[in-house]
């Protein structure tokens, strides 16, 4: 399966935009990019999606390189809410379950 | 929107018994997930299941089996529980097994055993 990189821990302040990073060199052709996030105490979160193009929907932004082997998803404006760790995964080959892997905790300061 | 319903959302066993966590997806949602998360850890898949067929399986133990039945819901059997089987148990679903498809999660069940 092929993995990815993502900072252990970011912190933002509220109202201001976050860029969480996602390093994925091994990604294949037919690799989605696929980010989730888990507040405390609940369930993931499906965030946003993505193949080639940059994408974009009411939670937040993705920004796809041009060569996929990175991605970056961008919360125009950070709320307390957002505070929850993110999981950058990409889903393809031949089973269709997400692979977790340590993900970034995002903070929020007030 | 209807989201992902799990039952119960906290179960407390005691070693050797069995428990039975419930699922129930997404109208229309054809696909069933189950992930496992122990104390402090990621979530881990266990099984999944397509148009009421096994589709994938992780690393679900042998004493834990599973099934989707006619109306999409699935059931999580686990028998001879363990302490290590103290988890948060998720389930979700999905509108076919397409990869540009997302996952959409219940709250999970607590599962305790004593």
């Known amino acids: 399966d092929a993995k990815t990189t993502q900072p252990n821990s970011m912190e933002s302040n509220e109202e201001e935009p976050v860029h969480l990073p996602c390093n994925h060199s091994t990604i294949s052709g037919t690799d989605y990019i696929h980010w989730y996030r888990q507040l405390p105490s609940q369930g993931p979160e499906y965030v946003i999606h993505g193949l080639t193009s940059n994408v974009n929907n009411r939670m937040a932004s993705l920004a796809i390189a041009e060569d996929r082997k990175s991605s970056t998803l961008i919360l125009h404006r950070a709320t307390l809410r957002d505070a929850a760790v993110y999981y950058c995964i990409l889903r393809g080959g031949s089973q269709g379950n997400l692979i977790f892997g340590k993900g970034t905790k995002l903070s929020v300061k007030p | 929107a209807a989201g992902v319903i799990q039952s119960p959302r906290h179960l407390i066993k005691e070693k050797r018994e069995t428990a039975t966590l419930k699922c129930y997806p997404i109208p229309r949602h054809d696909t069933v997930y189950w992930y496992q998360q122990g104390p402090g850890q990621d979530p881990q898949f266990l099984i999944s299941?397509?148009?009421?067929?096994?589709?994938d399986k992780g690393s679900i133990p042998d004493r834990f089996s599973a099934q989707q039945f006619s109306d999409y819901h699935s059931e999580l059997n686990m028998s001879s529980l363990e302490l290590g089987d103290s988890a948060l148990y998720f389930c979700a679903s999905s509108f076919s097994q397409n990869y540009g498809q997302p996952q959409h999660f219940g709250d999970g069940t607590r599962l305790s055993i004593l």
């Open positions: 299941f397509y148009e009421k067929m096994q589709s």
